[in-house]
C-alpha cells in the first residue's frame, strides 16, 4: 500500500472524521473563551455532545463500554465536564494542546495515561512500565502491548536475577 493510499485511508475513517471535529471545537471553544466579550456562543455544549456521541459510537463499534478506546473518550468528556463543573478554563488549553501534539506528533497522552490504569495492565507498574507507556515510539493500539512487554521483560530480568 503506497503512502497516498495509506493517507485516504486514514482520511476515509470514522474515527478520524470524530478526532477532527472534535479538535475544530475545541479550538473555537478555546479561542472564544479568550474573546468572550465579543462572542456569546457556547461551543461547550457541542463539544460535550460529540464527546458524547463519540463514546456511544466505539462502544457500538466495539460492542462494548469499557474497551480501551472508549476509555480514551470517557477520560477526555471527563476532563470536559470538569473543566465544565470547576469553571476551570486552564482544562480546555491543555485539552487544546494535548490535541496539538496528537495531530503534529501522532502522541497520545491520554491514551498512554489510560494504558497505566491498572484494570488495562496485566503486569504490576514499575519504572520500565512507565517509561515504556510515555517514551515509546507507538500508536495508540499497540501501547498496551508495549507497556506489558516492558513488564514482562522486568519481571524476567527481576527472575533470572533471583536465581543466581
Known amino acids: 500500500m503506497s ?14 472524521w470524530w478526532k477532527t471535529a472534535s479538535k475544530v471545537l475545541l479550538v473555537t ?9 465579543v462572542f456569546d456562543v457556547d461551543t461547550i455544549n457541542m463539544l460535550i455532545s460529540l464527546g458524547v456521541l ?8 466495539d460492542k462494548s ?4 478506546p472508549v476509555q480514551i473518550r470517557w477520560l477526555y468528556l ?3 465536564l470538569l473543566g465544565v463543573i470547576l469553571e476551570i478554563n486552564f482544562v480546555y488549553n491543555a485539552l487544546l494542546i494535548l490535541n496539538l501534539i496528537d495531530i503534529v506528533f501522532s502522541y497520545t497522552l491520554l491514551a498512554r495515561l489510560a494504558a497505566l490504569f491498572p484494570w488495562n495492565r496485566s503486569v504490576p507498574l514499575s519504572l520500565e512500565v512507565f517509561y515504556a507507556a510515555f517514551f515509546s515510539k507507538t500508536d495508540t493500539e499497540c501501547i498496551l502491548r508495549v507497556i506489558a512487554d516492558a ?13 543466581f
Request: proline residues 0%.
Open 3 to 16: 503512502s497516498d493510499q495509506q493517507s485516504e485511508v486514514i482520511f476515509l475513517s470514522s474515527g478520524w
Open 29 to 37: 471553544n478555546t479561542c472564544l473563551l479568550v474573546a468572550v466579550s
Open 54 to 61: 463519540q463514546i456511544g459510537m466505539y462502544a457500538w463499534r
Open 65 to 68: 463500554s469499557i474497551t480501551f
Open 78 to 80: 471527563a476532563l470536559l
Open 151 to 163: 513488564g514482562l521483560a522486568k519481571m524476567r530480568t527481576a527472575e533470572r536475577q533471583s536465581a
